[in-house]
């Protein structure tokens, strides 16, 4: 069965600094990968997807991704962070049944 | 268009009881999956539903169960409440062949 591990339980940035989200994924087959944003008490949007093909994915509010097959990795970055990034990060690895598999998160802190 | 919907918001239940959740996909969405997500984690996949029949489950005890109705809504019920049942349930829904669910803002279930 497929899992996920994000290392990282809480980072804390500056506003305006580089942000990267780590992600390592197991899973025997070609994955879909998947980074989604949780607020407080919110449910799951959507920031970006993984399926096949250019392996560098660009998401909404200026997120991007890089899928490294030999590293199992798709870790989640942004080039300057804002105030209302502030917020859980989940990797997911989906399988083929769309059973999808979420890691334990990162809590985002970002310093004014 | 509306998104996922999911009634109700939050509901308190006190062990043994039994309580059963809803969800509306999508306009044209007719796979529906349930997940739990206890405070401080990420979520758990518990079952999909696809065309009124169980496309995959999780690892739950047999007090959880699902259906979906012809109108691909879905209702989640859990039998005999633990006190270890307190948690956000999400509902997220997408198209037949397309791995990219989309969440509801979940019921926040509380067991006393």
């Known amino acids: 069965a497929q899992s996920v591990t994000q290392p990282d339980i809480h980072i804390t940035v500056s506003e305006g600094a580089s942000l990267e989200l780590r992600c390592n994924y197991s899973?025997?087959?070609?994955?879909?990968l998947f980074w989604y944003v949780q607020s407080p008490g919110q449910g799951l949007q959507l920031l970006l997807k993984?399926?096949?093909?250019?392996?560098l994915v660009q998401g909404i509010k200026g997120f991007e991704a890089e899928f490294k097959r030999s590293q199992s990795s798709f870790n989640l970055r942004k080039p300057s962070v804002h105030w209302s990034d502030a917020a859980e990060y989940f990797c997911?690895?989906?399988?083929?049944?769309?059973?999808?598999?979420f890691g334990a998160g990162t809590r985002l802190t970002v310093k004014p | 268009d509306a998104g996922v919907t999911q009634s109700p918001t939050h509901l308190i239940k006190t062990r043994g009881q039994q309580v059963t959740l809803r969800c509306s996909p999508i306009s044209g969405h007719k796979s529906v999956s349930w997940y739990q997500q206890v405070l401080g984690q990420g979520p758990q996949f518990i079952f999909q539903y696809y065309e009124k029949e169980e496309r995959g489950r999780g690892n739950f005890p047999d007090r959880f169960s699902a259906r979906q109705f012809p109108n691909y809504s879905s209702e989640l019920n859990v039998n005999a409440l633990l006190l270890g049942d307190s948690a956000l349930y999400l509902c997220a829904s997408n198209l037949e062949a397309y791995n990219e669910q989309f969440f509801g803002p979940g019921t926040r279930l509380t067991v006393l």
């Open positions: 997911a690895v989906g399988a083929s049944n769309n059973d999808m598999r």
């Open positions: 899973y025997g087959a070609t994955p879909y």
């Open positions: 993984y399926f096949s093909g250019d392996t």
